[in-house]
């Protein structure tokens, strides 16, 4: 297992669908390109509040995180 850098756009799904379905302007769906750091191990993925945020993502509820070897924990949002 190992970490990956690789190029992402992380795209808000919901107005994407919304979008194809033809009620919302293409122009207008939320966007965010960026490196991620991809573990292959991982079984869940995260991204930062401040990147959810900018995608125009809704909060449905809040856990603590951790990296790998207790480098860093945090509490993140979960939309």
């Known amino acids: 297992m190992g970490q990956v850098p690789v190029p992402v756009t ?4 919901r107005e994407a669908v919304l979008a194809r379905l033809g009620q919302f302007d293409v ?3 939320h966007r965010y390109e960026t490196e991620a750091l991809i573990d292959t191990g991982a079984v ?5 509040s401040a990147v959810a945020d900018r995608l125009g993502l809704m909060r449905l509820r809040c856990t603590d995180a951790q990296y790998a070897m207790d480098a860093l924990k ?6």
Do not use: D, E, K
């Open 74 to 79: 945090m509490s993140i949002s979960l939309r």
């Open 27 to 29: 122009s207008q769906v």
């Open 10 to 13: 992380l795209t808000n799904y």
């Open 44 to 48: 869940q993925s995260v991204i930062p």
